[in-house]
């Protein structure tokens, strides 16, 4: 079984200003690790994906990913946020082996201030 | 290229009584997972079908339970509801291959009263 820490539950943050959301997992067999992200009333939408290869992965609107498979995390970060990256965050782990099924994080809130 | 579709968006039920919630994938699409989402416990697996066959089972009670078509199309199935069981329920549909992206829908949001 495997299981998804998000480390902060909320993460405040002035426009243009960095940020970077924490993700830990932990399994006992390979994993594919991914970041959602969810807007009010919204499914989520796929920000990135790491399958293999490269450990720093780019995705969509600025955000990038690295994963460390010795602290096995994989941290999302972007050098620059905006309002509309106001959102809930949700990192994500599959088993290679195990079809599509997605053990999620608990989410972090990305709460963006001008 | 339609994305996932589910109905209906908004639900109310009484407890005690049963409710089938509907999922469309997007075309091409073999796998179709569902997840319950709650302020408590967070987003959780509760099953994926992939060519009408339950591929994966999460931890949840025989009151739930789904079905695959033969077009992809899925429908789950609450029984017996209970207030615990007011959530969003979101569909996810995937293409066949290992880590392959999950489009999600915009869910169903389900209220027991």
């Known amino acids: 079984a495997q299981s998804v820490t998000q480390l902060d539950s909320q993460v405040p943050v002035f426009e243009e200003a960095p940020v970077e959301l924490r993700c830990n997992y932990s399994s006992s067999v390979s994993v594919y690790l991914f970041w959602y992200v969810q807007y009010p009333n919204q499914g989520l939408q796929l920000l990135l994906k790491?399958?293999?290869?490269?450990?720093l992965v780019k995705g969509i609107n600025g955000f990038e990913a690295e994963f460390n498979k010795s602290q096995t995390s994989f941290h999302l970060r972007k050098p620059s946020v905006h309002i509309s990256d106001t959102a809930e965050y949700f990192c994500a782990v599959s088993e290679r082996n195990a079809g599509n099924m997605l053990t999620f994080g608990g989410g972090t809130r990305l709460m963006v201030k001008p | 290229k339609a994305g996932v579709t589910q109905t209906p968006r908004y639900l109310i039920k009484t407890r005690g009584q049963q409710v089938t919630l509907s999922c469309s994938p997007i075309s091409g699409h073999r796998s179709v997972s569902w997840y319950q989402q709650t302020p408590g416990q967070g987003l959780q697996f509760l099953f994926e079908?992939?060519?009408?066959?339950?591929?994966n089972k999460g931890n949840f009670p025989g009151r739930f339970s789904g079905r695959q078509f033969s077009n992809s199309r899925s429908e789950m199935n609450v029984s017996t509801l209970e207030l615990g069981d007011s959530a969003l329920y979101l569909c996810a549909s995937s293409m066949t291959g290992r880590g392959a992206e999950a489009f999600f829908g915009q869910g169903t949001r389900l209220t027991v009263v």
């Open positions: 790491y399958l293999s290869g490269s450990t």
């Open positions: 079908y992939f060519s009408e066959t339950q591929r």
